[in-house]
Structures are given as structure tokens and as C-alpha cells.
């Protein structure tokens, strides 16, 4: 593929990607239930939700393939040597500072009636399942092969989709604060590396999918109004673990254009 081929394809698939986050947001945001709705009413939105986050996901997958994106990614990236200690340092804070809030996120969780764990769980599961095929499978995708003549591909790929990924979150500003949205622009950006990089190390969408789900199972999803935060907090645990992904992402020793799921 040329470097002029590699460029349209990138430009069409970002067009591709607005066009579909355009119509989720527009439609799920049709779904939304009023303050006043029940906990079924807001289970019923949420299992919506979840079927048209499915059905734009397969979309993104689509274009993904039509577009030949997914086959620049890299089928053997090797992390070696220093590049495999930034990547296992990331992933181990990851594992560590994701997993603590994971499991506090699942035990508060068990707490809430029947019917709002069910929609904690399709709530997380869209986020999950659509974000990460938009974020990663598509406008990833599109930055590796917009750069694709670069020798930092990858981490100018993986900064450019991990901000395209937090600037996403502006949308929950019709149903929270102003304070709360720019707190999970902040995180989101710091989760788009982090999904960057486990992406490229284990070459597979559902690994992040998961994690992203596992992160996202949290009680305040039932009300659908993001929480505000401590600055301080967010700032100490998200802000160590940037410079660490952009390092593992400038890493990989060697690269061979290939295909991953």
C-alpha cells in the first residue's frame, strides 16, 4: 500500500468514526430515561443502549477491515529488552491501580437492587464494547496508518487515538457537571494509552474490551450522572502512569507489518 493510499484510507476511516460516534451518541442520548424513571424504565434504556452500542461496534469493525487498518497494525511487535520493562511497568501498575478500583467498583456493585446491577452491567458492557472497537479497532487504526511512515508509529498512534478518546467524553456534558466531565477527559486520555498499549502487546480488541468493562462497572453508572472527584487523587494515581505508557509505546524493538484480530 502507498503512502498516499495509507493516508486516504486513515482519512476515511476518522470520517467513519465521527459519522458512527455522531449516531450513538444522537440515539442513546433518545434513549436516555428522565430523573424521574424507574430502575426498570432505566434497564430497559440501558439493554437499548447496549444493542445499538453492539450493532455500531460490528460497524466499526467494518470499516476497520473495508479500510485495511487493522492489518497495518503490527502481528509481531517485540518488546524486548528495555522496551519489555517500560510495557511490564505499565501493565503492572495498570493491573495494580485498575484492579483496586475494579473490585471496589464490582463489591459496591452487589449492593444495589437486582435491577440496577443489571443495568451497571449493560452500561459498562456498551462503554466496554463500543468504545474500544471505535477508540482502538478504528480511530487507532486510522493514526497507525496516517503515520505509518513514521518511526514512532506507534506512539503517535497511540497519544493521537488516547486523546481523540478522552476529547470523546465531552458528550456526557448534557447529564453532568462541567468539573465531572473535564476529571474523565483527564483519566479517559491516561485509559486511551494504557488501552494503546495492551492492544499492541497482546494483538487482540477483547483483552482492553474487558478491562475497559471491568473499569467502567461502577455504582454511579446506574444513575447515569458522572461522579466529581479529587483532583488530588486523580492527579496522583493517573499522572505516574502516562510517561510510562508513552515510553513502552516508543519502545518496540522491531515491527513487521502483519494482521491481528
Known sequence: ????????????????????????????????????????????AAVSSFV???????ACWY???????TRTLM??????????????????LFA??????????????????????????????????FEEFLARGLIFGAFLLLFRASAHRFLAAGLSSAVVFGLLHLSILVTSSVEAVMQQIFYATVFGLIFALVYLRTRTIWVPVICHVLIDFQPAVAGGEAPVNQWVVLVAVFLPLAPVCLVALWRPDKVQVGRVE
Open 1 to 44: 500500500m502507498s503512502l498516499i493510499q495509507s493516508r486516504t484510507d486513515a482519512r476515511s476511516q476518522l470520517l467513519a468514526a465521527f459519522v458512527i460516534y455522531v449516531l450513538f451518541v444522537l440515539i442513546t442520548l433518545a434513549l436516555q430515561p428522565g430523573e424521574s424513571a424507574s430502575n426498570e424504565q432505566r434497564l430497559l
Open 52 to 58: 445499538v452500542g453492539a450493532i455500531l461496534a460490528a
Open 63 to 69: 470499516f476497520g477491515k473495508r479500510f485495511a487498518a
Open 75 to 92: 502481528a509481531d511487535i517485540r518488546f524486548t529488552g528495555s522496551g519489555r520493562i517500560w510495557t511490564s511497568v505499565a501493565l503492572a
Open 96 to 129: 495494580l491501580l485498575g484492579g483496586i478500583a475494579a473490585l471496589s467498583g464490582i463489591l459496591r456493585v452487589f449492593e444495589l437492587q437486582p435491577a440496577q446491577i443489571a443495568t451497571v452491567f449493560f452500561t459498562a458492557a456498551t462503554a466496554g464494547v
